[in-house]
């Protein structure tokens, strides 16, 4: 997705990505550079370098109208298992390859789509052949996405079993009306049921993901949806803010429309409604862990998935369209169901696209992905990188505080709950000049 920012100077959503996940952008990626993906995982590891694995399960119920990830809605049971196969196979060619120098994953994260699409029968399989190829034994964290409605008690028990850590609910709104304007696969009654099985088992976290400014989203519903969130109790709660990115059903019908504003919240509702979010759960004991995360125990919640990526750690992504990280080489598969599979089954990796960020990049995306964070200290980069971030940025920090969005004191870049609300939008300032726009 385009890092580009498309606030407009009304403040109204229109279309284009907003959410910023990778520096630098992922147009500078390209096919002429897959070679250097390939050299990167015949390489050694660098000493210490923790290793992530990504499963990307793309099938769903149905798909959303402000989904933007590679999923696929029409697949039947075989043209599934065939995926499932492939996967298998990517999975055991990377697991030969010098880049894993004998490590076993610090984390595992199963992301869709919907994982919990898969049946009992392919949940199994997936499992059992990725533990041959990496013991999971050393995993701190292993987290699994889930749809409220392909939830059943014999899937959780096999997810627990398997040893996950982290049961993600993609909730989103807890309004039937809103949820069906949204083409959401679940409905208001499978949300109670579906977390109420997942407490049952016993996961040692549960995250429920809400997201700000729907389709047809309100003041009075979503303070709703904070009051029902609170009262679940979760163990941590995950809130994005509406965006429309451009292959969206909803920007496909503003095209048709010749709209070119999308109909949903502006920002300064969607800001609005996460800080009264913060605020309430603040109140029943919350903390703020991230710009989109709040967690009610930060001594037992952790998000290594983030907190490793986001400090420059290897991740294989496996499955179509996925993204991995390895020795220093950004890389992404093949982006079409077909030639993903293919291409696994004539032996081959299927990697489709690169780019080899150079120092100041890699320091230039740790810095933006931990500023995500609320809190970023100069100490870490100039033990890292060599680099005194606090002179570096010296000029758009300055911008940060004049526009009273944060505060420098002491080597630690402090924002505050104004410029967390907004920091997608604030992270452009730290970007090469040829990387803006």
């Excluded at 989103?172 to 109670?192: M, P, S, T, V, Y």
């Excluded at 088992?201 to 969130?229: H, Y």
């Excluded at 019908?253 to 996460?274: D, I």
Aim: proline letters at 4%; glycine letters at 8%.
């Amino acid at each position: 997705m385009s890092v580009t920012s498309n606030l407009s100077l009304n403040d109204e959503t229109t279309a284009g990505s907003y959410f910023v996940s990778n520096y630098p952008p992922y147009s500078y990626w390209s096919k002429g550079r897959a070679q250097e993906a390939h050299a990167a995982i015949d390489r050694e590891p660098a000493p210490g370098a923790p290793l992530g694995i990504y499963v990307h399960i793309p099938f769903c119920r149905k798909r959303c109208h402000f989904c933007y990830f590679k999923v696929y809605t029409g697949k039947d049971s075989s043209e599934i298992d065939r995926y499932l196969s492939a996967l298998i196979l990517e999975l055991k060619l990377h697991a030969g390859k010098a880049f894993v120098g004998g490590r076993r994953p610090s984390f595992i994260y199963f992301g869709g789509g919907t994982p919990s699409y898969l049946s009992t029968r392919q949940l199994s399989r997936v499992v059992e052949s990725m533990k041959e190829c990496f013991a999971w034994d050393q995993a701190e964290e292993i987290t699994f996405e889930c749809e409220p409605g392909t939830i059943t008690e014999p899937k959780l028990e096999i997810l627990r079993g398997m040893g996950v850590t982290r049961l993600s609910l993609g909730i989103e709104n807890f309004d039937q009306k809103i949820l069906e304007l949204n083409g959401r696969a679940h409905g208001e009654r499978e949300i109670g049921r579906s977390y109420a099985f997942a407490r049952s088992i016993g996961f040692p976290q549960i995250n429920i993901d809400l997201i700000a400014g729907m389709v047809g989203e309100t003041e009075e519903n979503w303070k709703e949806c904070v009051r029902k969130t609170i009262d679940l109790a979760p163990d941590s709660v995950t809130i994005y803010q509406m965006e429309v990115p451009y292959n969206t059903t909803i920007f496909k019908e503003m095209k048709v429309l010749g709209e070119s504003t999308a109909p949903v919240a502006g920002w300064a509702a969607k800001r609005r409604w996460v800080d009264y979010a913060f605020n309430e759960m603040a109140k029943a004991g919350y903390s703020v862990a991230s710009a989109y995360t709040m967690v009610k125990d930060k001594t037992r919640t952790r998000f290594m998935y983030r907190d490793l990526l986001w400090s420059g750690a290897d991740m294989i992504g496996l499955g179509v369209a996925s993204f991995s990280h390895v020795n220093g080489t950004h890389f992404q598969n093949e982006h079409d169901f077909d030639p993903y599979i293919e291409t696994l089954e004539a032996g081959r990796l299927p990697i489709s696209r690169a780019y080899t960020p150079d120092e100041e990049e890699r320091m230039i995306r740790e810095f933006v992905l931990q500023m995500k964070l609320g809190r970023v200290e100069s100490a870490y980069f100039a033990k890292k990188f060599g680099v005194d971030v606090v002179r570096r940025f010296a000029a758009p920090l300055a911008s940060l505080e004049q526009d009273g969005f944060g505060a420098v004191t002491e080597g630690v870049i402090q924002l505050n709950r104004d410029g967390l609300l907004q920091v997608d939008r604030l992270l452009h300032r730290f970007f090469l000049p040829v990387h803006r726009g």
